[in-house]
């Protein structure tokens, strides 16, 4: 099984997270932001990841340096998790509706970090999570896990449903991303031979 466990301490955060990639979507999460703990738990579950994530982080200042460094953290357990990426798809996408909101997402686990992020939420906040913390979450997870990831929203005004929506759309992507091609279980996805 590919399998991670990464402990990542910093002044502003103590974290530490297992990934299970081949799990069955089971997790405990306790970042101390209820709304990042839900959707990581969703994320957990549509993915079909096992994970499990302690943050410790700076609450009194606000929620920035928790999102990002779990968002690090958990790019870090992807990309231990996939090694040098042989066999896997590569590639997933997905078009994902969440009420009224619709959401694009598509992703490469390319060995280059990239993040296109077009999602156009109203509101300041969702609870107490600061939803411009959902673009800074990604980019920390696509610089580590060196992959490209896009997001598009189609549709939508609210904006839980629409992180909610980037959330699912990313972990149904990954899914399939990092699922075995039992054809070419022993190559690596690229023509250059090394990702």
Known sequence: MRKAEIKRNTKETKIELSLNLDGSGNSTIATGCGFLDHML????????????????????????????????????????????????????????????????????????????????????????FDTELCAEFWLGFVREAKCTLHFNQLAGTNSHHIIEGAFKAAARAMR????????????????????
Do not use: W
């Open 41 to 128: 738990t969703l994320f957990a579950s549509h993915g079909g990841f096992d994970l499990d994530v302690k943050c410790d982080g700076d609450y009194e200042v606000d929620f920035h340096h928790t999102a990002e460094d779990v968002a690090i953290t958990l790019g870090m357990a992807f990309a231990e998790t996939l090694g040098n990426k042989k066999g896997i798809v590569r590639y997933g996408n997905m078009i994902l509706p969440m009420d009224e909101a619709l959401i694009l997402c598509a992703i490469d686990f390319s060995g280059r970090a990239y993040l296109g992020y077009e999602l156009s939420i109203p509101t300041q906040k969702v609870g107490d």
């Open 176 to 195: 399939q991303a990092v699922a075995i091609d039992e054809k070419f279980a022993d190559v690596i996805p690229s023509t250059k031979g090394v990702l």
